[in-house]
Nanobody, 115 residues
Framework: VQLQASGGGLVQPGGSLRLSCAAS????????MNWYRQAPGKQRELVAS???????NYADSVKGRFTISRDNAKNTGYLQMNSLKPEDAAVYSC??????????WGQGTLVTVSS
């Protein structure tokens, strides 16, 4: 199983980015998906989660600005990030948690928020 995160880049404060996490294999629809981020010198933070049935949860710091979604037919999850702030800058990583308890990680994608 491989996870491929993409969509990071440089954006100005107030801008938007859409991250994608594409999974190989046949586990995506059987897994919850999480987006984490880690800024330099800080601990990794859970940003958003979506269950197999589509229920979502967000960190307080991103509520109302970020939206997590999934397309099981495409084995892909997304994180739409709007109204980005400099403090959102980090390496964002996706994680799948299979219903059996197995976890899978993708490589991170860098988000830079700067004018």
């Amino acid at each position: 199983v491989q996870l491929q995160a993409s969509g990071g880049g440089l954006v100005q404060p107030g801008g938007s980015l859409r991250l994608s996490c594409a999974a190989s294999g046949n586990i995506f629809s059987y897994s919850a998906m999480n987006w984490y981020r880690q800024a330099p010198g800080k601990q990794r933070e859970l940003v958003a989660s979506i269950t197999r049935s589509g229920s979502t949860n967000y960190a307080d710091s991103v509520k109302g600005r970020f939206t997590i979604s999934r397309d099981n037919a495409k084995n892909t999850g997304y994180l739409q990030m709007n109204s980005l702030k400099p403090e959102d800058a980090a390496v964002y990583s996706c994680n799948l948690l299979h219903y059996t308890g197995m976890g899978y990680w993708g490589q991170g994608t860098l988000v830079t928020v700067s004018s």
